[in-house]
């Protein structure tokens, strides 16, 4: 049996269609990329935030680097991290050949295997590991 | 030859005849004689085949009966025999993306490389470690046993290639699962185990294919869903995968060697109709989320102890599809369905189903504490803030019901179960 996740509706739905962008988007502003032709950090963060937001149907302003992949949790600190809603598979069918297609445009073999990020990923793990697979 | 097929009228009746005319001549030869010859002329076979029957001669009458054919099949037979279920292994590690740095040490190259578990082809074990054990009772000889099964998660990285406007991935991760022990078997409990299995999964992941230009933008900034913005969540399924299956296995306990292959596709995201993604109604108050699976698989068994293991499967090929559905209510009440059912196109009888339906209701929330340093009191971090950890919820109730035959075995199941869990 699947385990259920008891924190599941903690945190209000969001609106799948925001029309104001939230303060969170500021801090995807992109930088140029560096000289080696690789994304800037920034570039990779907005990346898989916009690969999310097409996954999920949520609004890529309203994601903030604190959401997790799959169903909202509270984490040992406390902290309640908004989540994407993605099961399992919807994460390694939907989400990693989007993300695979970021590294093989910069050139890197390095892509990502099923089973790579989980429901408790955060979007700041994601973004830290793509960006490690582009040289 | 197999002389204990179990389709034959009276099965246990064929070997006895068997053992009767075998052993005629030595049963119509006075006794003396009759072992004088068995240790002078008979071949490997027969003095084996002699020395099989007067174990199961119990009552030392000359004949084997009915009832000990039977007692000595129960006391012999891998009864507990299940071959795995041939869907797809639980493979992957459920841990952040991040990690460590690549160094050049075996550890390093085997944490990114490689996964040992206790096995991939059941989901509660498959986050176990791999177990090798020796173990010596004191009134009883020892015994060892191996569970180990091994993934080759780089042999090959998903590779791209294009088709039409979609970029398909192609993936392969090697499997290889040994469950070996030397455990003497009682009449209650088969204890003893002898299998393998090679497995080479290869997936086809594919989606919509990004243009450079779409690499850009979706670079550029946070776009998606966004008023005006080109870049919109599909109103249809986005993604899928296709997966082949070959498998080899191995299990000299039970006497089968198989050769199976299967092929499934599975649906990415539709985000409408909560297809892999959780959808809520009624604002927070209901979501549910589903994710089914199609496809077929087929098995050639070389079998040859069916009279043992009645319900090891036979050459099977079989459409397939399986359903599971998560629906919550509210935070703390969930009900989750799997439904599978399975057509063998080799009988036209063989029409199985088979559904798990739960329901499980968390007595009380998790909550969020402080934390208690050594003399009770809140303790704080460095920056004087207080410390806290999330105390997961420690009472469940819930219920299940099962119903149908499920794959490997296809033993009938239909049963009603209630349950209170506690945790602390």
């Known amino acids: 049996m699947t385990r259920f996740p008891s ?4 945190t209000k ?8 962008p939230q303060p969170a988007a500021q801090l995807f502003i992109a930088g140029p990329a560096n000289a080696q032709g690789s994304p800037t950090p920034n570039q990779v963060l907005n990346f898989v935030v916009n690969s999310v937001a097409l996954c999920s149907g949520y609004s890529a302003s309203s994601i903030s680097k604190s959401w997790v992949l799959g169903d909202p949790i509270t984490d040992a600190s406390g902290d309640k991290h908004p989540g994407a809603g993605l099961s399992q598979h919807g994460i390694d069918i939907c989400l990693n050949p ?5 590294i093989a445009y910069f050139g890197s073999t390095n892509t990502i295997p099923a089973g790579t990020y989980s429901t408790t990923s955060t979007i700041a793990d994601v973004a830290d590991d793509v960006g490690q697979r582009i040289p | 030859m197999n002389f204990l097929a179990h389709d034959r009228p009276c099965p246990a009746l064929t070997p006895m005849i068997v053992h009767f005319f075998l052993l005629l001549p030595l049963l119509l030869a006075p006794t003396t004689q009759a072992q004088t010859a068995a240790d002078s002329t008979l071949s490997p076979d027969a003095k ?7 174990a199961k001669d119990t009552n030392h009458d000359g004949l084997v009966s009915i009832d000990e054919e039977i007692a000595f099949a129960a006391k012999i037979a891998p009864a507990k025999f299940k071959p795995s279920d041939l869907s797809l292994p639980v493979v992957g590690k459920p841990a952040p993306g991040t990690k460590a740095v690549a160094e050049p040490t075996l550890n390093s190259w085997l944490e990114r490389n490689v996964q040992v578990r206790q096995t991939f082809f059941n989901a509660k074990d498959s986050n176990n470690p791999a177990k090798f054990a020796w173990t010596k009772k004191t009134d009883e000889g020892a015994y060892y046993t191996v569970d180990a099964a091994v993934v080759l998660t780089s042999l090959m990285a998903p590779r791209e290639f294009t088709l039409g406007n979609q970029a398909v991935w192609a993936a392969a991760m090697p499997v290889f699962e040994a469950h070996f022990s030397n455990q003497n078997n009682t009449h209650t409990a088969h204890n003893s185990q ?5 497995a080479l999964p290869v997936t086809f992941t594919y989606g919509r294919k990004f243009s450079p230009d779409d690499i850009r933008a979706l670079m550029k900034a946070p776009i998606v869903n966004e008023q005006g913005s080109q870049y919109q969540t599909s109103d249809w399924i986005d993604g899928g995968e296709f997966t082949i299956f070959p498998a080899y296995r191995t299990d000299r ?6 050769l199976e292959m299967g092929v499934f596709w599975r649906p990415g995201v539709w985000v409408k109709a909560g297809l892999n993604r959780r959808q809520f109604l009624f604002g927070d108050t209901f979501s ?3 994710d089914p699976m199609f496809g077929l698989e087929t098995g050639r068994y070389e079998d040859g102890s069916k009279l043992l293991a009645p319900n090891a499967p036979d050459d099977y090929c079989r459409a397939v599809g399986r359903l599971h559905l998560e629906v919550g209510i509210t935070s703390r009440l969930a009900i989750t369905l799997d439904y599978t059912r399975r057509y063998n196109f080799l009988d036209a009888n063989r029409d199985y189903h088979f559904r798990e339906l739960s329901l499980v209701y968390q007595l009380d929330p998790d909550r969020v504490a402080l934390v208690a340093d050594a003399s009770g009191e809140p303790a704080t971090d460095k920056d ?6 999330l105390v997961p919820g420690h009472f469940r109730i819930g219920a299940s019901w099962k119903k149908g035959k499920d794959a490997p075995a296809f033993e009938q199941a239909d049963t009603y179960s209630g349950w209170l869990g506690v945790q602390f």
């Open chain 1, 7 to 10: 924190i599941l509706m903690t």
């Open chain 1, 13 to 20: 739905k969001r609106s799948t269609k925001a029309a104001a």
């Open chain 1, 98 to 102: 989007k993300l695979n297609q970021l």
């Open chain 2, 288 to 290: 549910f989320r589903w």
């Open chain 2, 253 to 258: 306990d039970a006497d089968i060697r198989a």
């Open chain 2, 194 to 198: 002898n299998s393998l299995l090679y």
């Open chain 2, 384 to 389: 004087g803030k207080p410390k806290r950890i």
């Open chain 2, 48 to 54: 084996a085949a002699l020395k099989q029957h007067a």
